[in-house]
């Protein structure tokens, strides 16, 4: 299966309301926030699902280590 890739408009898409799940891009990579508890209905600390998060990643408590625990679900093109 070839990997999937979202545009700026396909990944707003993903915005984890009205049960749609929640996706976010981070250098380049899409990621699927629906296993992590706080970005159950779409925002977590001010941020929403459905956007390119690269430039905020490093701004969060927990940096990128995070990375390592997400689902990566396909690429971002912008």
Known sequence: MAE???TKEQLA???G???RKP???IDGIVY???NIGP???GEHHGHVAGRDLSAEIDSAP???IVI???TAVGKYIG
Do not use: E
């Open 4 to 6: 999937q890739t979202f």
């Open 13 to 15: 898409q993903y915005d």
């Open 17 to 19: 309301k009205d049960g």
């Open 23 to 25: 996706y976010v891009a």
């Open 32 to 34: 699927d926030m629906s």
């Open 39 to 41: 970005w159950q209905g």
């Open 62 to 64: 927990h940096k990128r």
């Open 68 to 70: 390592a625990h997400l």
